[in-house]
């Protein structure tokens, strides 16, 4: 998305923490600050210095189901980290903030997921998502801040970090595969997910600024293309052609079995063009991923908070 921007002129400022991120990820032309959306002073002083018109926050520590056991540090950075940002930003008449909520939100609510649904989020990655939307809607409301909310699905392709064992399916697979692992799939890989081709919602979120009709609204964004676990795995050892490898099934996770987001909404407020097939989105990923060389040895173990019901593996 900071590509996006920077092609299309604008002076884009990236702050990240490289927590998940790293530097090759940055665009050429654009200015890059290491820190956190936790330390406010340092935030303070961007805002002042900066004057920004918008306000694109993606940060986050997105690995859903590890987000039982690292509850109170989920909440500082994905929720805290967020409200220092909207402080900030009611306080400096940002013309729109843009965040990145998640379908997390809506918990295992039966699909298909249309954003007037009622949402109880089953879990603290999808509570402190929806606490930032509620935060973002109080904001309008107090202050006048407009937001336009994504709530995106199973995102994937070029540039993902494909070294976290707690999230991205995809770049499990691929990690997993490469180093010659065991392929870990949770229950019987029979939940299916809509899979989301990263370069086919990034321009239309870049843009969305320009659209102040979507101000002040909710939207899902994503692919409609159901596949199951099984099946992906069968897909992305085929493009990398891999011959031999052995599958470990674990212990099924509590998440839905089934999800599928509603793309109606989207569609009336925003160009909705591109549905890059998700076999055509594996294959780009994966030459990036052998042309790049990202591939790492796993992260060590995150410092778990609440070492009980972990995953099976973790
Ligand atoms: N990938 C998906 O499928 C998906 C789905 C729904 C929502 N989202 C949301 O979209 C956003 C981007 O997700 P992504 O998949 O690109 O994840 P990502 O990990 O690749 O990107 C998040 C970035 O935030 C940075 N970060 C984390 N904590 C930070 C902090 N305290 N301060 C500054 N930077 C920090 C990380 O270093 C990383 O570069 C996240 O908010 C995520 O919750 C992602």
Same mark, same amino acid.
């Given at each position: 998305?900071? =590509? ?12 990240? $923490? ?5 530097? *090759? ?9 290491? &820190?956190?959306?936790?330390?406010? *002073? ?5 805002? $002042? ?7 694109? @926050? ?22 805290? +980290? ?35 649904? %009622? ?6 990655? &999808? ?5 930032? =939307?509620?935060?973002? @809607? ?5 202050? +006048? ?7 995106? @699905?199973?995102?994937? +392709?070029?540039?993902? /970090? ?8 995809? &770049? ?7 180093? &010659? ?8 890989? *029979? ?19 320009? /659209? ?7 939207f899902n964004i994503? +692919? ?9 795995? $069968? ?22 079995? @089934? /999800?599928?987001?509603?793309d *109606?909404l989207i569609k009336r407020y925003f160009?909705v ?6 076999? %055509? ?21 995150? $410092?778990?908070? %609440? ?8």
């Open positions: 998305m900071a =590509e996006d921007l920077v092609n299309k002129g604008y002076t884009v400022i990236i702050l990240d $923490d490289l927590s998940g991120g790293v530097l *090759e990820n940055i665009p050429k032309g654009a200015k890059f600050i290491e &820190g956190s959306v936790n330390d406010y *002073e340092l935030l303070k002083k961007l805002f $002042d210095k900066e004057k920004f018109d918008y306000v694109y @926050h993606l940060a986050a520590y997105a690995a859903e189901s590890l987000s039982h056991n690292i509850r109170r540090f989920n909440y500082e950075n994905n929720l805290i +980290g967020s409200v220092n940002l909207i402080n900030l930003s009611i306080i400096h008449k940002i013309k729109c903030f843009v965040f990145t909520s998640s379908v997390a939100v809506y918990g295992h609510k039966k699909p298909p997921l249309k954003e007037n649904s %009622v949402t109880i989020p089953t879990d603290p990655y &999808g509570i402190a998502k929806y606490a930032v =939307e509620l935060d973002l @809607h109080s904001a309008y409301r107090n202050f +006048g801040l407009n937001s336009i909310i994504f709530r995106p @699905h199973n995102v994937f +392709g070029e540039r993902q /970090n494909i070294n976290d064992k707690y999230r991205n399916v995809i &770049g499990i697979f691929i990690n997993q595969l490469l180093n &010659g692992k065991p392929i870990t799939i949770f229950g019987d890989g *029979e939940q299916s997910r809509a899979f989301t081709y990263i370069k086919d919602i990034s321009s239309i979120m870049a843009d969305s600024v320009l /659209n102040p009709k979507a101000y002040n609204k909710v994503g +692919g409609t293309e159901n596949l199951t676990v099984n099946a992906l795995l $069968d897909m992305t050892v085929e493009l990398m052609n891999i011959s031999s490898y052995e599958k470990k099934y674990l212990k099924v996770r509590n998440e839905a079995k @089934h /999800n599928l987001a509603s *109606e160009n063009e591109n549905h890059t097939p998700i076999k %055509v989105g594996l294959q780009k990923m994966i030459e990036w991923v052998y042309a790049s060389n990202r591939v790492k040895k796993e992260l060590p173990l995150k $410092d778990v908070e %609440v070492p009980i019901n972990l995953p099976e593996g973790w």
